[in-house]
């Protein structure tokens, strides 16, 4: 196998013990484990993992990931103060990660995201290593768009210089969506480059955990008491970029002109925030239902849904996201209720026509939006199977993100080493 026997540093700044360490790392890294890569795997994790429980999930974890052929370590993550704890994290990043090299004779090094890069960086040419930059997102516009930064601040110029320095030194770029690339190549670091490998790796499933189940569905919707009403679903955190507000006006929409419909809600805390919301909406609390669920659980919840809901912030950050949630509802058979400008998702909604697009957040576009989704109800079955066989092919995490992700590798250690 051309792969096999490669030893990569794989540094993710996501915890391995948070959801999005066991959806968007861990079902990568061991299925390309299984094609012979050696894994070393460091990663930043949050208090919880240093507390007595924590430190056990920890251990039964990293025998877990040492018989997939990982070897984990992990560092500790902090937060506040935002610049001097990053800095901080930077630091003891660059002092491990060099450990782990030396003693585990590392060829490559792959960045996911900005902080790791940052790490990565500081190894490449001190140890003639190959990069992979995974752009999960545009770290310093994401920040100017959700008002955290100002453009031109000092920590908005750092991670840009930032950026360019590890876009300039990588042999190998991720990107999660098309949208974003034309104009992440023209930046500096990339412009003019004809030696970079490319590929767009959205968020993607594990299509084995996520698909649709009657039994699910029946024994879910017994237990809250649904019967056959219509039921809509957001499953995630709320607010940041998750519009929230927008969110609970379209739910406010379809319970008053459906006698028969039904919010759920699947988020891990704010309940109170919701509930508040909802009966500022005068929406009585038979209908609708706020709970948060284990991840294993999420899919059977799915299951038990008709419809699957998300409105985030369009904005030109956003061009580059690829919410991991998009991919869970449509292998779960839900059609997507999204607003546009998120993404690669407009042109999947409207050529694959799998869902319903929301141009502008108002009642007239709710109504639009209702519609569509009725006509796709009307023939659920077939709905179902359609979305299923669009997550197949644009989102599964063995035949698209895998099968992606070992080609990149594959070409990055045919390339030479860039030297800066």
């Excluded at 996520?210 to 039921?231: H, I, N």
């Excluded at 509930?275 to 991840?295: D, G, H, I, K």
Aim: aromatic letters at 10%; glycine letters at 6%; hydrophobic letters at 40%.
């Amino acid at each position: 196998m051309a792969l096999d026997g490669r030893r990569v540093l794989f540094i993710s700044y996501n915890g391995i013990l948070d959801p999005l360490g066991q959806t968007q790392v861990l079902p990568y890294l061991r299925e390309l484990a299984k094609k012979g890569v050696r894994f070393t795997l460091l990663s930043f994790e949050r208090g919880k993992a240093f507390e007595p429980e924590g430190v056990e999930r920890c251990q039964h974890f990293e025998r877990q990931l040492l018989s997939d052929g990982i070897e984990w370590h992990w560092l500790r993550y902090h937060q506040k103060p935002s610049l001097p704890a990053t800095a901080y994290d930077v630091f003891a990043g660059v002092r491990q990660a060099s450990r782990l090299v030396r003693g585990n004779q590392i060829e490559m090094v792959h960045a996911r995201s900005h902080i790791p890069a940052t790490i990565a960086l500081a190894l490449k040419n001190r140890f003639n290593l190959k990069m992979i930059f995974d752009v999960r997102g545009l770290m310093a516009d994401e920040y100017v768009d959700a008002n955290h930064w100002r453009k031109g601040s000092v920590p908005y110029r750092l991670t840009k210089v930032m950026e360019r320095r590890a876009l300039a030194a990588s042999e190998g770029v991720v990107t999660l969506t098309e949208a974003i690339w034309p104009t992440i190549r023209e930046w500096d670091g990339l412009r003019d480059r004809d030696d970079v490998s490319h590929e767009v790796i959205p968020c993607c499933a594990d299509l084995e955990s996520f698909k649709f189940s009657q039994e699910d569905r029946a024994r879910r919707r017994t237990e809250l008491g649904l019967a056959d009403r219509f039921v809509v679903v957001y499953s995630g955190s709320i607010d940041g970029w998750y519009l929230t507000e927008q969110m609970a006006d379209f739910f406010a929409f379809i319970l008053k002109c459906r006698s028969d419909a039904h919010a759920l809600w699947l988020t891990p805390s704010k309940h109170e925030r919701i509930r508040s919301l909802m009966q500022q909406r005068n929406l009585p609390e038979a209908s609708y239902t706020v709970m948060a669920v284990a991840p294993r659980e999420v899919s059977s919840y799915l299951s038990t849904s008709d419809a699957g809901l998300a409105f985030i912030k369009p904005c030109f950050s956003k061009l580059a996201s690829s919410p991991t949630k998009y991919a869970e509802y449509l292998a779960c058979g839900l059609p997507l209720i999204i607003n546009r400008g998120i993404g690669d998702a407009d042109l999947l909604v409207t050529e694959k026509k799998v869902g319903a697009l929301v141009s502008d957040f108002n009642e007239g576009e709710y109504a639009n939006a209702a519609s569509a989704i009725e006509s796709l109800e009307r023939d659920r079955e077939n709905t179902r199977r359609l979305t299923r066989r669009v997550a197949e092919q644009f989102f599964d995490v063995r035949t698209v993100g895998v099968d992606r992700y070992s080609r990149l590798y594959e070409k990055v250690f045919d390339q030479s080493t860039r030297v800066l």
